[in-house]
């Protein structure tokens, strides 16, 4: 095996659950996680609130060589945790292996759908 390619440490600075709407699509955010090692990454996740302190027991698990993802509006993904919607926040992730991470966010609350992704920091 090459050079893995990622990194331990990730920022995603601009999150903000949207309501799932009423279209066919619902609203959404989520993180898109790349295991390009041969180890297993447990990768801890920190919430940061404008108003609120941090919330980090959130833990999750990409098994070696494997792309995986997680949905803020799904609790199982969250570990139990309850993302308030429409509220903005930032999310760290801290690996035990490097990883590659994308977020996404569907947000149709106008007629208009619109969807973006982006690679963290």
Same mark, same amino acid.
């Given at each position: 095996m090459g050079k893995v390619v990622g990194k331990k440490y990730w920022i995603i600075p601009d999150c903000e659950l949207p309501p799932e709407g009423e279209g066919v699509l619902k609203g959404h955010e989520s993180v898109i996680v790349v295991n390009d090692s041969n180890k297993t990454a447990t990768i801890k996740v920190k919430i940061f609130y404008v108003d609120k302190p941090c919330y980090d027991e959130i833990v999750w698990t990409?098994? #070696?060589?494997? @792309?995986?993802?997680? %949905?803020?509006? +799904?609790?199982?993904?969250?570990?139990? /945790?309850?993302?308030?919607?429409?509220?903005?926040?930032?999310?760290?992730?801290?690996?035990?292996? #490097?990883?590659? @991470?994308?977020?996404? %966010?569907?947000? +149709?609350?106008?007629?208009?759908?619109? /969807?973006?992704?982006?690679?963290?920091?």
């Open positions: 990409v098994e #070696p060589q494997r @792309v995986r993802c997680f %949905r803020m509006n +799904n609790v199982d993904d969250m570990c139990g /945790y309850v993302v308030e919607k429409e509220a903005q926040y930032a999310m760290k992730l801290s690996s035990t292996q #490097p990883i590659v @991470v994308q977020y996404g %966010r569907l947000d +149709n609350r106008q007629t208009n759908l619109a /969807y973006y992704t982006t690679l963290a920091f």
